[in-house]
């Protein structure tokens, strides 16, 4: 449990700078507008699906570190702005850790409060990527996931990986890692080599 | 009970279908987007309603059926496209029929849940009309309920004649199929017509 | 009690009149969309506090005065319509005594619900601002709160003092007017001589 809470915590950091470094493209945000961004980004996902699965209290409301893990982030976003943004490999690969930590926590949450295994792992996909969706959606962009390279796609398949070795036994800490590791292994590969899902039309 | 049921599967899988064509427009949606699309068109009225009524599980979580009738709704909407595109009227009337029922099955949850008339017929508006306003948001649009034709008037024009005429005791169902009819018809009339609601200014 | 419910109420017919003008400046809102930004605009941001407390019933689902409320705002801002966009300051002034009743409601209420103070200084900026930003969604804007001026900052700067007079024992009714006062002060003064937060990058 320990690890797992730490890596929620480290993924709240992750989220919270991309969110925080997101803003930069339109180059009018003051601190308040950025520590929205970051805050939302952060515990965007997880809010929603606690509130669909009616998980009270919230994480952030009852937990002061998740809060904490995002100033964190705004901290570092702040202090490290031109390392990070000369860096969008780096960026990239913090984010990729973020979705994959989040989709596991969210997909065990979900489990554990009873959800079915398709409901979990929409759940655990929705933590991991709705936080950067509704960021985008109060900057007024489209959301990258509707649009984009292979995202919340990769979580599902994670999703369904964790439950496929959970099935057969995998022990939990061993078969968190493993999934987030094919999530990550996905989402880094399709990248690289600007795979897509094909177009619906 | 299992007429209404049953009416509000067809309800979900004619929205699905048109959240997943509302995609078209813009020609750069994949799989994954296309499914979300149609997924909070489907649900997205609903969810709300649930929330604000504070009524758990939600639906589409509780219910496989919600979710394997938006599964339908995509598969139509891929299968039948180049015909559906055609027959933009085809389409106006399948959405038509959906914002009837939904209307009616929202008011009547409220109603049941103890909101009073008011508020039923608000849920019952919102039921209908906000799962298509959500996924205008997330598509980056202004949602057309806000500057189109009459469409949530008729909703809330066909959710207080159900109320009336349950006062004068109408058989349930009679009333819920008279309502409804009540709803498609200002929406086709004023669509063959053309005709809005005043501005404001 | 009493006085407090006056300001809430009279806090929601300011900010449904902000919400009806708001639709101005695109010219093509209908009767509906008007009231609709209306309504969210005024009872938005304590909406969203409720989902994310646990508080049910939602205050307008409970309390008709609400809804009554708002339409009094809607129905003073189509009287006076001329009036009103005539007399920008006017509004401003409006908007500025709306948030300041607001976050001091917000985070009353979220204290006697168990909040921290962190916490309950944030849900009383978000029961102030949040409306005006669902509506600026809505409306496809990116979000004021984001690119403007000191506007959240205020409303965090008075529930920070309100904390502090509450502790040093200040009388709650008195408290409620001073700490109300520093919100509309700073943003009064920010506005006149045109200050804002620093940018972040």
């Given at each position: 449990m ?31 507008g950025i520590?929205?961004?970051a ?47 000369r860096?969008r ?37 929705m ?24 995202y ?9 990986a ?28 399709t ?7 094909p177009?619906?039309y």
């Open positions: 320990e690890i797992q809470y730490i890596f929620e915590l480290f993924g709240t950091v992750v989220f919270a700078i991309s969110g925080a470094l997101a803003g930069d493209e339109r180059q009018k945000h003051d601190w308040f520590a929205c961004f805050f939302i980004t952060a515990v965007g996902g997880g809010t929603l699906r606690d509130l669909f699965l009616n998980s009270y209290p919230l994480v952030w409301i009852n937990d002061m570190n998740v809060i904490y893990a995002v100033f964190a982030g705004i901290l570092l976003a702040g202090l490290f702005f031109k390392y990070f943004s860096l490999i780096t960026l990239m690969l913090f984010d990729t850790l973020g979705i994959a930590l989040f989709t596991i926590v969210g997909l065990e949450k979900a489990h554990s409060l009873g959800a079915n295994d398709f409901i979990s792992v929409m759940m655990g996909m933590t991991a990527v709705m936080g950067g969706m509704l960021r985008d959606v109060l900057m007024n962009r489209t959301p990258t996931i509707f649009v984009q390279e292979i919340a796609t990769a979580c599902i398949v994670g999703g369904v964790y439950l496929v070795f959970d099935n057969f036994g995998l022990d939990r800490n061993i078969n968190f890692i493993v999934s987030g590791a094919i999530i990550a292994a996905i989402r880094i590969v990248v690289k080599y600007n795979l897509s899902l177009k619906f």
